[in-house]
């Protein structure tokens, strides 16, 4: 499927603030063989001072900008043309939990793609003992790895309730689940802590959906701003395969990829550094549209 | 020292009595057998030939130097953190020359080792990919930071600085016990222990056979120096601030090396290229010591809570426009797990097994090695397998001994289930060395700090200085938050050292820029610094005045003292309290700016500004209203004096000097006019006039200049207008104007709204007559004046 897609994100502040650098992940990466961006490109207002390119350690494709005088408003546009295939519903041939670990050990790389990045605890992840409970509690029963990630995420998003109002981008992972509401954010977040609890690998995945569904089927949770989801690795022979709890379904040809990581925080859209005294509001705008052949 | 020393061939045996050997504990004073290791004769005979009264006295100039100096250490307890005198041990550690020889050869060996460590583990990784080094202990590893990886440091090398803390054994034989490869403190205070042990053993030192130490320091900046390339780019050291444990260490090498200390907010990147806000504007760093963790560096790719770090720093480096000292991420070699593996890392990259081995370390997260530790764990420390502290700071979660800090015995199951997350550590009973306790001497465990620096010619290492000693026999409280102390280490040679001072190669001296930069942050401190203090002197200078009032009529009832009550209101001093709390603060403050800019300050300008702070104190718990309070302030105000004298007068004219002139000159000059306007207001009591001049400490002057009594045009002339009176607002704007003289020109522009400002305030004080000055036009001038902090922060203080 070919996808347009328009990433809009803007702030306002009350009083001028001094900007200074900006670190965006806002471009979806290349992933071969599913994902392939045809065309892609930046847009600023006001135009920075400065910019540079680069990818990151998970292979994120990464803009720096500079301000270097203060501003009231910055708006940030992505455009891209992405060519998303569909994929294959995989065949479960992931081992048995207890299998999992010789599994990892065996991996002698700390290559971007390495189980053992997404074990540890991360930035926005550490464990946490009631999601650890609450994902023994579901893994009881399941032969493999993948049946386990699998039943958890139907789990989840069976017990959670999606809910954009209900937490903000720095609201911890346990209080959305003591809560049992929260975003595509606090779902991923959540499944990343109790698949981690069980020694899976898993990690964060930052992008897009598709805007309006194919005819007959319901639109998609998290379609309106950026969407998050996760991947776990399910063993040396199914490797990483992407999970979205908010939806209970795996990721597809409904999904674009914008940059993988540990969690939330190695792929954030926009990091800033802000010297500011007011407030400020921001706005984020996301469509996917199918282009139509011809 | 000479072994043969005829002096008086003391009898050791009463300054020895109760120093023995511990059971199964090696000793550096005393050989296997008991006896005394020649080269420490000399030390205990000059020892013993003291009596007790002498021996106090050649100990205090130790302590007395340490006060001095006012070297501190901060030590974190319950109640949050404070400052605590170094805690020096009195009696050096001494070491022969051959024997250190090893050690420092042994030593070069594994920083150079350690410098392959990290060229492979952020760089091809073969450690892993090889089975070397399993990857969960990088992966897992806080301090190992993916955004660094790839990043080749500038000049090819990640490791310039480091030191080895090491024990030695029950066989005698050395082990390393921990890699400090972050960012090590304890050089600094190195050099002032060193200086303080010398206090007390002049005579001993004298006989030159003890190690220097300065040269390492020398080879060290020179090489810091040379890593610049441009011309006009200056060597940073970059501190977490003074809330660091090691603060006062920063600012005292910073002082000593001459580079500029920095916070993360004096610095700033843009287009990939470290720049420092000065009061010159942004000038480029080209090398940074980093005496921070890497973590806290950079906000926007690291720790995104650090409030310490400088944003884009990481890119800097990527951009290869910078060296950091260390390099970020270096860190992550002083994991405890990573010395499980350093014998075979050291056989994989060098192919020879390590010269000194490193204390015995076992990853719980390899199964076999979990296994070992769950049966021996009785002689083993288990802790978090990636904690960086030392084999003798345990965590909470610690089991010493087999047994938990609750004093169960460990669960091996507790072990099994955190396998990944723990590493066990062989039991190390650490040598003893002699400490005076209770005057005698006394047996106590110590390990040893060994700072290595990286030159043009490889590795220096720095003979001597550091080491730790425990205040009990325990090997475990050798730690200096719980209660541990340090003591000098001398290496003593064979043949007579030259001494080698910091002044000696005048080629670096020449070569060193002339002025310096200034960081924003420091210059704003330093304005501060001069107005809190003259902040603080009109206080005290009005506080003295109305208390000589209280004491002559014996009241405090009576217009012009309730007048004087009044002024002391308004600027904060309160005089219902003899010593009123806003005089505190304004000295508390000034304190806190000076402790910033502490590299930047003569010793005795700092003590005399303790001293000042201290007096004050005790003043306020015993000083009663009238006469006693005026003459206490009398005593404050040449002790303030003596500040002003000691920094005003010494300080050499750099444009530090000038802010905190500057800021001395505002506060007098606000000061001054408020008085001026409250004594000559139509409605100010009888006597007003002539407190104006006595506050203004002029009272002889206006004897001399006028023959008539205090009127209101001969305050105003005095004390306004007249340019040759120190203490008028016309004197302290002429000043303002020269030192506006002084400052860098910001790009483009020839002079400062600042400069403008006190050009056209000494132009109108220049013309004026005292006849023609209302009260309007007092509060005019003071609203002009009251304008010129913010006119200088424009242009300097971003």
Same mark, same amino acid.
């Given at each position: 499927m070919l996808y347009d897609i328009r990433l809009s994100i803007e702030y306002d502040y009350e009083t001028p603030a001094e900007a200074g650098l900006h670190v965006l992940r806002m471009v979806p990466r290349a992933l071969a063989p599913l994902q392939k961006v045809i065309e892609s490109r930046l847009d600023f207002d006001p135009l920075p001072a400065g910019r540079s390119e680069r990818f990151d350690f998970f292979g994120n494709p990464v803009t720096t900008i500079r301000y270097g005088e203060a501003v009231t408003r910055t708006a940030f546009l992505m455009t891209a043309l992405v060519d998303r295939q569909p994929g294959r519903v995989p065949d479960d041939t992931s081992p048995p939990l207890e299998d999992l670990k010789a599994g990892i050990r065996a991996i002698a790389s700390l290559g971007p793609q390495a189980p053992h990045h997404f074990l540890p605890p991360s930035p926005r992840v550490s464990p946490d003992p009631i999601v650890t409970a609450w994902a023994a509690g579901i893994a009881v029963g399941a032969a493999s790895v993948f049946a386990i990630v699998s039943k958890l995420c139907a789990a989840l998003h069976e017990e959670m309730v999606f809910d954009p109002t209900s937490t903000a981008v720095d609201t911890p992972f346990s209080e959305a689940f003591a809560a049992r509401h929260g975003v595509c954010q606090d779902f991923s977040h959540v499944m990343?802590?109790?698949?981690?609890?069980?020694?899976?690998?898993?990690?964060?995945?930052?992008?897009?959906?598709?805007?309006?569904?194919?005819?007959?089927?319901?639109?998609?949770?998290?379609?309106?701003?950026?969407?998050?989801?996760?991947?776990?690795?399910?063993?040396?022979?199914?490797?990483?395969?992407?999970?979205?709890?908010?939806?209970?379904?795996?990721?597809?040809?409904?999904?674009?990829?914008?940059?993988?990581?540990?969690?939330?925080?190695?792929?954030?859209?926009?990091?800033?550094?802000?010297?500011?005294s007011g407030g400020q509001t921001s706005l984020q705008s996301v469509d996917m549209i199918v282009r139509q052949p011809g | 020292m000479d072994q043969s020393a005829p002096n008086e061939a003391a009898d050791l045996s009463g300054l020895l009595a109760g120093y023995s050997l511990l059971p199964g504990i090696a000793d550096e004073l005393l050989d296997g057998a008991g006896n005394v290791r020649p080269v420490w004769l000399p030390l205990l005979q000059h020892l013993a030939s003291l009596d007790d009264e002498e021996r106090d006295i050649a100990l205090n100039r130790a302590d007395q130097y340490l006060r001095d100096g006012g070297v501190y250490f901060r030590h974190y307890g319950k109640n949050g953190s404070t400052e605590r005198e170094w805690p020096l041990s009195h009696i050096p550690l001494l070491i022969e020359k051959a024997e250190w020889d090893t050690i420092a050869a042994a030593l070069t060996e594994r920083a150079e080792l350690l410098e392959q460590v990290m060229a492979d583990i952020y760089g091809e990784n073969r450690l892993v990919s090889e089975g070397i080094l399993p990857p969960e202990l990088l992966a897992a590893n806080p301090e190992w930071l993916r955004p660094v990886v790839g990043i080749t440091p500038r000049g090819g090398k990640f490791l310039h600085h480091v030191a080895f803390d090491i024990g030695r054994g029950p066989d005698g034989s050395w082990w390393v016990l921990g890699d400090r490869t972050q960012a090590p403190s304890g050089a600094g205070f190195a050099l002032e222990t060193r200086m303080a042990t010398n206090r007390s053993f002049s005579a001993l030192f004298r006989q030159n056979r003890v190690m220097r130490l300065a040269g390492f320091y020398r080879r060290f900046r020179d090489m810091l120096q040379s890593m610049c390339e441009s011309e006009n780019s200056r060597v940073g050291i970059l501190t977490p601030g003074p809330l660091n444990d090691t603060y006062f260490e920063h600012a005292y090498i910073a002082r000593y090396l001459g580079f500029t200390l920095m916070q993360g907010a004096d610095l700033t990147v843009q287009d990939g290229r470290l720049l420092a806000r000065t009061v010159g504007g942004l000038k480029p760093v080209e090398v940074l010591w980093r005496r921070l963790d890497s973590a806290w560096a950079d906000p926007l790719e690291l720790e995104e809570d650090s409030q310490?770090?400088?944003?884009?720093?990481?890119?800097?480096?990527?951009?290869?426009?910078?060296?950091?000292?260390?390099?970020?991420?270096?860190?992550a070699l002083e994991a405890r797990a990573m010395m499980a593996f350093m014998p075979r890392i050291a056989e994989f990259l060098t192919g020879t097994p390590? $010269? *000194?081995?490193?204390?015995?370390?076992?990853?719980? %997260?390899?199964? /076999?090695?979990?296994?070992? !530790?769950?049966?021996?764990? &009785?002689?083993?420390?288990?802790?978090? $397998? *990636?904690?960086?502290?030392?084999?003798?700071?345990? %965590?909470?979660? /610690?089991?010493?001994?087999? !047994?938990?800090?609750?004093? &169960?015995?460990?669960?091996?199951?507790?072990?099994?289930?955190?396998?990944?997350?723990?590493?066990?550590?062989e039991i190390l009973s650490l040598s003893t060395t002699p400490a005076l306790a209770g005057g005698r001497l006394t047996p106590r465990p110590m390990s040893m700090r060994v700072f290595l620096a990286r030159t043009r010619n490889g590795w220096t290492v720095m003979p001597g200085g550091f080491a730790r000693i425990g205040h009990t026999s325990n090997s475990a409280d050798i730690s200096m938050q719980r209660g541990g102390s340090v003591c000098d280490v001398w290496v003593v040679s064979d043949r007579i050292e030259q001494p080698e001072t910091l002044l000696h190669h005048k080629v670096t001296a020449a070569r060193r820029s002339e002025l310096g930069i200034l960081p924003s942050s420091a210059a704003d401190n330093l304005l501060w610094l001069g107005r809190y203090v003259e902040r603080a002197e009109d206080q005290i200078r009005l506080l003295r005045a109305y208390h000589l009032r209280v004491a002559e009529t014996g009241s405090a009832d009576y217009p012009l003292a309730s007048h004087i009550a009044d002024q002391l209101t308004v600027i904060g001093a309160d005089p219902a309290e003899p010593v009123p709390p806003g005089l505190a603060r304004n000295l508390e403050s000034a304190l806190r700016c000076a402790g910033r800019v502490r590299d930047r300050f003569s010793t005795d300008g700092w003590n005399s500004l303790v001293d000042l702070d201290r007096t004050l104190r005790e003043f306020a718990s015993r000083v009663t209203a009238g006469d006693d309070a005026a003459r206490a302030y009398s005593v404050l105000l040449r002790k303030i004096s003596g500040f002003s004298g000691l920094v005003h007068e010494n300080m050499y004219r750099f444009t530090g000097w000038r802010f905190l002139g500057i800021g001395r000159a505002i506060e007098r000059s606000l000061a001054m006019l408020r008085l001026l306007a409250d004594c000559t207001a139509p409605d100010a009591p009888s006597g007003a006039l002539d407190l104006a001049i006595e506050v203004g400490d002029s009272i002889m002057t206006h004897r001399r200049r006028y023959t008539v009594d205090t009127d209101r045009y001969t305050a105003i002339d005095l004390l306004l207008l007249d340019e040759l009176n120190p203490r008028s607002v016309h004197h302290q704007c002429r000043a303002m104007n020269e030192h506006a003289i002084f400052l860098p020109r910001p790009a483009g522009e020839s002079t400062t709204p600042f400069q403008t400002r006190t050009i056209s305030l000494v132009t109108a004080l220049s013309s004026a007559s005292a006849e023609t000055v209302t009260g309007e036009r007092l509060a005019e001038l003071q609203a002009q004046v009251g304008e010129l902090h913010g006119l200088l922060a424009e242009s300097y203080l971003h």
């Open positions: 990343i802590a109790a698949l981690r609890s069980l020694g899976i690998p898993a990690g964060y995945v930052s992008g897009f959906l598709r805007t309006i569904p194919p005819e007959g089927q319901p639109r998609l949770e998290g379609a309106d701003a950026m969407h998050a989801w996760v991947t776990a690795w399910c063993g040396p022979g199914m490797g990483w395969i992407e999970f979205d709890p908010t939806n209970n379904l795996i990721a597809g040809e409904d999904h674009v990829v914008v940059a993988l990581g540990r969690d939330y925080f190695d792929v954030a859209p926009v990091k800033g550094n802000l010297r500011m | 310490i770090g400088t944003p884009g720093l990481v890119e800097a480096l990527r951009a290869g426009s910078c060296t950091l000292v260390n390099a970020l991420g270096s860190g390590l $010269a *000194m081995p490193n204390i015995a370390t076992w990853w719980c %997260g390899a199964p /076999a090695a979990c296994e070992y !530790v769950v049966a021996n764990s &009785a002689r083993m420390t288990i802790d978090k $397998a *990636m904690s960086t502290g030392l084999p003798f700071d345990h %965590g909470r979660d /610690a089991v010493i001994a087999g !047994v938990t800090t609750d004093g &169960a015995p460990v669960n091996p199951d507790w072990i099994r289930d955190h396998a990944a997350g723990l590493a066990a550590q």
